[in-house]
């Protein structure tokens, strides 16, 4: 569209305020005429100034915009939404009647209230006069840069964040108590948070409901091992056909995920066929820098960064990752020697066996994992709690690190900082949380100290979720509430404060919301489900409890502890989604060596081929361990089934996947009418 429409176009008879409000914090030092000159420049782009006061020694101003304003800024942005006739069309300049409610304040949802004011709010540009309040020492910014984000990068601006309304409680009273069946949660908090966050959720109740059938069996499995002294998870023959079941359990879910995210956000209006990251389209992120240029494409001006001096950084990037990873694997190493399970006769592995440390797992001893030490109900899980607590520690530090990585590679779009962000945090937490399960699989062949290590990671890390992210935010938010209705009441008292104060005040001392966090924990769950789907059937049930529990944990934190974050309009999680894809594809591979070389499934159905070595463990009082071999003649066989095996999974699971589309019939014709539409408008223009 023609930015130079005529603003006539977009009057309205009775226009109203925005329903979202975005909070902007000034600092405590910061100049009263810069403050009037951040406000000008905001009423000169058609926003409003509804709020402004002193709140705990800041600055702190209130913006909003008007119906007419938001309505330009949604042709501008093509925006999408259901018209009279129920199918999707593009806002034009000449169209607002062919939709319904448009005159009203329900024309907009919330979270579409909410992303064109904040892009309204970052369309706003710097000019020469704002350098006049950088202090010399700092590098001047060039005009037509964003004004917010210049501001905060200056250190002009404290912070600024979408104020929360009644609707976010409206969603928590609705869904506390629904059940993951409920798809109206994902529609629900779209309208409020937007397509991001709402894809995590409607995500999470696609997972869950998923794994019922699998937990359903692995709970029977379980149960049948339990009840039967003579067969474990070693040598149950229900194990492979529960090995198969998953690796195909993982196809079907990616595949039909991806349906249903196309169902979804076909309804919102996010999907369409051209949904590239190119230049063009995409905002180029106000951190980015480089020389200036006249850009090749479009010839105007732009920055430009050389991807030789990205390269570059990208080297740096990985050396510094490496170190990190290091010291986790020096932490690995020194887990396992402490709970035993590195010792000098350890399959490949005596080279990294300490003698000081594994003598604590001796029997008798202060972690002997057999019971006989010292109080046997605690301590021998003293050296998984330190482990999974130092796993915590490092992925804490690189959390940082990483943060700091990504900005210095300099990227332009923020798709790209949030793939390379999102890819450098998953390897390192992937290889913290994962390197010892491949060990004891893959190096040791152990399949009794994978499974005990698996359960004591699992459980360990749904404790901690449970109690980080749900009992410690609830205390905290019923301690805070306590605290703020003293305040209120002796401000009430005092008749120091109005309405908007309280309110105000109540939105500083939430917490900025991160999903990174939430998702990434996810998939490492996914992880343990599906990469050692044999070692641990419980699992799966295992995690439907707790992922009910995670659920309503993160609508708590989002409504109650977290502030309001900004809208995302995204038609797909990306990075996340292609992250699950490479664990189920790699799930055919581990799953398969665990049943060919880990365990003696293979052994149960050719006896001949495989034989037992046991040995002497002495540090465990003459205890035995044992390791499988293939009868002489038989290696070259077993491999070569073992590796047929996995390449006919993968060459069926590709068969799946081609042979399942990846939208329904009926949101490919909607895609196809849109466009026909479009094209046709076009055409006739």
Known sequence: ?????????????????????????????????????????????????TYRKCVKGSQVVQVKTTKSSLLKAATQNGLVKTNLSGELEQLTEGNFNNFPDCASDKFFSHSEDAFLLHTLLTDIKTDDIFNDFIPKSRHKVNPDDELVSSCLRM?????????????????????????????????????????????YFDWMRHFTVWLIL??????????????????????????????????????????????RRNVVTCRWGLLDRSDSDSDIRVRVRPEFRGALRMSPVTGRAERYFPWTRRLARYIVSGLAT??????????????????????????GAAFIHFHTLHRFSHRGALFDPYGEGPLPYLLPYIPTILHSCTIILLNTIYKSIALKLTNMENHKTQSSFDNSLIIKRFLF????????????????LDIVLLRLELINLFMVDSIRRLTTESLIPLFKNIFSDKVESRKNAKSKKD???????????????????????????????????????????????????????????????????????????????????????????????????????????????????????????????????????????????????????????????????????????????????????????????
Not at 161 to 190: G, M, Q, R, S
Not at 223 to 236: E, F, G, I, Q, R
Request: charge should be negative.
């Open 155 to 199: 250190n002009l601006l404290h912070e600024t964040f979408l104020e929360h309304n009644e609707t976010a409680t409206t969603i928590w009273n609705k869904f506390v108590f629904a059940l993951p069946f409920n798809k109206d949660l994902a529609t629900n908090v779209n309208d409020y948070y937007g397509s991001q966050i709402a894809l």
């Open 429 to 444: 937490e992937a290889f913290d949380c994962y390197i010892a399960l491949f060990y004891l699989a893959f190096l040791q």
């Open 495 to 685: 008749d120091t404060e109005v309405p908007d104060d309280v309110i105000i005040r109540n939105q500083l001392r939430l917490e900025e919301y991160e999903q990174f966090d939430d998702f990434l924990e996810m998939v490492i769950e996914f992880g343990y489900i599906s990469l050692f789907a044999s070692a641990f059937p419980l699992a799966s049930a295992l995690s439907v409890l707790c992922n009910l529990v995670e659920i309503k944990s993160d609508l708590f934190k989002l409504t109650f502890v977290a502030r309001r974050p900004f809208v995302s309009r995204v038609s797909q999680l990306a990075t996340w989604e292609s992250i699950i894809s490479y664990m189920v594809w790699t799930s055919m591979l581990t799953n398969v060596f665990i049943f060919g070389f880990t365990t003696e499934q293979m052994a149960q159905l050719a006896p001949d081929g495989v034989f037992r070595i046991d040995y002497n463990v002495e540090h465990l009082g003459d205890s035995m361990d044992h390791v499988h071999a293939a009868t002489a003649g038989w290696g070259r066989w077993l491999v070569g089934a073992v590796f047929l095996i996995e390449h006919c999974f993968i060459l069926v699971a590709k068969v799946i996947l081609a042979a399942i589309p990846d939208q329904p019939g009926w949101v490919t014709d909607q895609l196809d009418r849109r466009e026909y539409k479009y094209r046709t408008a076009v055409d006739r223009d």
């Open 214 to 259: 699998p937990g359903l069996l692995g709970f029977c499995i379980w149960l049948h091992n339990y009840l039967d002294d003579d067969v474990s998870m070693d040598n149950s023959m229900l194990a492979p056909f529960f090995t198969i079941f998953m690796i195909f359990w993982g196809v079907f879910f990616i595949k039909y995920w991806s349906r």
């Open 322 to 347: 490496g170190v990190m990873l290091l010291l986790a694997f020096t932490v690995m190493v020194l887990s396992l020697n402490l709970q035993g399970y590195i010792h000098s006769g350890s399959v």
């Open 1 to 49: 569209m023609d930015p130079l429409v005529r603003d006539e176009v977009y009057m309205l008879t009775d226009d109203k305020e925005s329903k979202s409000a975005i909070i902007v914090v000034f600092p405590k030092n910061v100049h009263v005429k810069f403050i009037e000159y951040f406000t000008q420049k905001l009423k000169d782009g058609n926003l409003l100034i």
